[in-house]
């Protein structure tokens, strides 16, 4: 990571559309912006005409390679922030960013694979950032990726995904916990030791494992991996925490 | 767990850190007082309240205590800390 004073820059926004009836995803100028590693994260600062200024922290969705930065959003209800960003924000606004920040939970194309990227809602995010980044390469990879999600209308990026699940080496499962369409095909349940044995690679196929999602999650899925082999040392995690939304 | 829910990774505290730190330091490596276990930042836990408190991920003592004030960060580390910061390269 550079070192350099890590400052707030303004940003504006450039597009907003929806991804699911629940999140956002917000595509953003940041002039001075320095740059980003897949799976890093920015603070975003609102000021209100009062003074009062309310900070989260939101992953970053798009890859390194794209020029403007892209947040995806999930609206929590009763947040402070986040029903703004999902509901009132549109093109042309401005709010502050400061970042990339996170040098802990990141792959680059150049450190390989094999990769195992566990989400849960909108966890989904930085891995997003990975996946896209990887597309932007012409290495093959061996990335396995499970997606739980409440419903299938609740699965972020889905075409995308299903459009990235076609790429060599890459595979992509969904796992829906709350409600399933008719003619469903793909696990229907919390994660569980089964799931990711199907899902892999292996602990002795040594992958790296990025777990992001809520706290709860984050913690089931990181012990199951654990209790299969995975080192812990192998499995990085981002917990969303209460954020306060 | 009685504490469920109520804490972050301590990579999700990176921005407050490089504020004060003025580099990454989710990738610095921590080793505990109280059970000498090692570990990057980025993988301790973060609590949040009216201070942000980082605590050992094996037996969750005291790594760091952040009080943010309106004039100033007070910052008490605890353990050992090994902070590598990037120097530009020489001329």
Known sequence: MPR???????????????ETPHARTLLLDVPGWPGHVAGQHVDVRLTADDGYQAQRSYSIASAPEEGAVALTVERIEDGEVSPYLVCETRAGDELEVRGPVGGHFTWRVEEGGPLLLVAGGSGLVPLMS??????????????????????????????????????????????????????????DRRIDADMLRAVGPPPDAEPRVFVCGPTAFVERAADLLVALGHPPQAIRAERFGPTGG | MADEGLWLDGNGI????????????????????????????GAHRAYRGAGTVLRCPECGDLAARISTLPDRHVVRLAGTWLIEVPRPPAQ
């Open chain 2, 14 to 41: 990176a921005g407050l850190l490089a504020e004060v730190f003025a580099t990454d330091m989710t990738t610095v490596d921590h080793g505990c007082r109280a059970c000498g276990a090692h570990g990057v930042v």
């Open chain 1, 4 to 18: 350099a004073p890590i400052v707030w820059r303004a940003a504006t926004v450039r597009a907003a559309a929806d």
């Open chain 1, 130 to 187: 990975m996946l896209r980044h990887l597309a932007a390469h012409e290495q093959t990879v061996d990335a396995r990726v499970l997606v739980s999600s409440r419903g299938w209308d609740d699965v972020l990026y889905r075409e995308e995904l299903a459009v990235l699940a076609r790429r060599p080496g890459v595979a992509v499962h969904h796992t829906l916990t709350r409600e399933t369409p008719p003619g469903w095909e793909g696990f």
